[in-house]
């Protein structure tokens, strides 16, 4: 049973547009909500991280949204650029568990 | 400064076949960790070190085993190989808590056959 659902598994964007990547998790205990960008080929990087006690954080073009009562929390990118293409992954953390819980991953395009 | 690194970064097993995945750190982390990526799936934590001579279960242990009996130092072991373990295997490592931002090896693509 996945605890973090991210949605969509994939999505095409143009230049210049905003990608938007959604998240959903079960466990109440999270206290930490990274996401992380892997490009082919290489490990995950994290990308840009928010704790529940923010609704919004905002670094460059990349903001993250989090919505504690419904449980949601979703990545935007502005004016997505053909560099940005990647896989990006949601997670969730429990720090007293040790573990970190990753969402199933969205591959992004970004088109020229 | 290399980061995190794995070796091998390619294997082909054969069935039954046993094999071990060496992860190095060179950032004094505490933390180190194990996880497998499949399509779809995202990564999945296999096994995890809480510090030097540690290791405890993460989601899917069965099948595999570690060692942490260096802090540099973090090993994957299959000691009988099954296709269900074809996958990309990462590595990671962290400072202190799981909730530190986590450092990934380039992988190790494995296929069993």
Redesign the interface.
């Known amino acids: 049973q996945?605890q973090?659902k991210?949605s969509p598994?994939s999505l095409i964007v143009q230049k210049g547009g905003i990608s938007i990547i959604n998240c959903a998790y079960e466990n109440t205990a999270f206290?930490?909500f990274?996401w992380y960008q892997q490009f082919p080929?290489?490990?995950?990087?994290?990308l840009i991280a928010i704790r529940p006690d923010v609704s919004e954080k905002k670094e460059g073009r990349f903001t993250i949204s989090f919505n504690k009562s419904a449980k949601q929390f979703s990545l935007h990118i502005m004016d997505s650029q053909p560099g940005d293409s990647a896989t990006y992954?949601c997670a969730g953390?429990?720090?007293a568990?040790?573990?970190?819980?990753?969402?199933?991953?969205t591959r992004l395009m970004v088109k020229p | 400064n290399a980061g995190v690194t794995q070796t091998p970064k390619f294997r082909v097993l054969k069935t039954g076949q046993s094999m071990t995945l060496l992860c190095a750190q060179d950032m004094n982390h505490e933390y180190m960790y194990w996880y497998r990526q499949d399509p779809g799936m995202g990564l999945r934590l296999i096994h995890y070190s809480v510090g030097e001579g540690t290791t405890a279960k993460g989601e899917v242990p069965d099948g595999y085993n570690v060692s942490r009996l260096k802090k540099q130092n973090f090993l994957l072991g299959l000691e009988s190989a099954a296709p269900s373990q074809t996958s990309v295997y990462f590595c990671a490592s962290s400072y202190y808590l799981a909730g530190e931002t986590q450092y990934f090896g380039p992988g190790t693509r494995l296929l069993v056959l």
Do not use: C, I, R, S
């Open positions: 996945q973090v991210q598994q206290d930490y990274p080929g290489k490990g995950p990087a994290l992954f953390v429990y720090n568990g040790n573990m970190l819980t990753f969402g199933g991953g």
